[in-house]
């Protein structure tokens, strides 16, 4: 528990560093300057990379997690779908609701020559924010959590993450304060999905033993038969 909360304290670190950052940069930077500038930086290789890696942010991908802890400890399952649910709803909320309409790099440079990543279909709206660095970010701060201490993950997981942003921003699909605002709510879901199943789970020691053992021996739990 007391390592948890430790994690849980330096996903928050995390939150905040990104927080500032992005606030002490972003309020300097032109839009599309950086986004043409790493645009005429391509490579073949390069574009193989990040058309692969651009996936590991894909909603679908959630499906994996979710399937695999229904034979783990429910409370990863419990957890993985809530922080699932919180990025997709405030994704939703910021691109059909609060940014609808906001044009993404392939409409923002329209009458602009720029390279095409080849086999990347290019959208033109709902920029903001990126739904695939959420979704990586989501995943990563996830797998920390839960993860054991001895793996010591946590660089290695927010590298994937970062990389995943880095791919929206090289094929074209979005800015840098749109992968800025995914990485913040992907923590962020996280974050408050753990301190609500925290708060939900912990208070019956009833409810802790189920909590702690796969879905599919929660009835035998509820009959006393385990």
């Known amino acids: 528990m007391k390592a948890r909360k430790k994690k849980l304290a330096i996903l928050g670190n ?16 032109k839009k ?18 990040f058309s692969y890696v651009t996936h590991l942010g894909d909603g679908l991908i959630l499906v994996v997690p979710i399937f695999l802890f229904l034979f783990h400890k429910y409370c990863y399952l419990v957890l993985i779908s809530l922080a699932s649910g919180i990025h997709l709803l405030l994704v939703h909320i910021g691109k059909k609701w609060l940014f609808e309409g ?35 970010f989501m995943l990563a701060s996830f ?3 839960v993860l054991p201490k001895k793996f010591k993950l946590h660089s290695i997981l927010m590298g994937i993450a970062l990389l995943v942003g880095m791919s929206r921003v090289y094929l074209m699909q979005h800015f840098l ?10 923590v962020f879901s996280t974050g408050i999905g753990y301190l609500i199943v925290q708060k939900a789970f ?9 909590f702690k053992n796969p879905l599919f021996v929660f009835k035998n ?4 038969h385990q």
Do not use: C
């Open 177 to 186: 304060v749109d992968i800025w605002a995914g990485a913040l709510i992907g």
């Open 32 to 49: 599309g300057v950086i986004e043409l500038y790493i645009n005429t930086h391509h490579h073949p290789y390069l574009d193989s990379f």
């Open 102 to 136: 906001m044009p993404r790099p392939a409409e923002f440079f329209k009458g602009v020559p720029f390279y095409e990543v080849p086999g990347v279909t290019l959208h033109h709206w709902g920029s903001f924010p990126s739904g695939h660095t959420a979704t990586a």
């Open 143 to 145: 797998f920390y959590l």
């Open 14 to 29: 995390y939150f905040l560093v990104v927080l500032v950052l992005g606030l002490i940069f972003l309020p300097f930077y």
């Open 202 to 210: 912990a208070k019956r020691k009833y409810q802790l033993q189920i």
């Open 221 to 224: 739990l509820k009959k006393g």
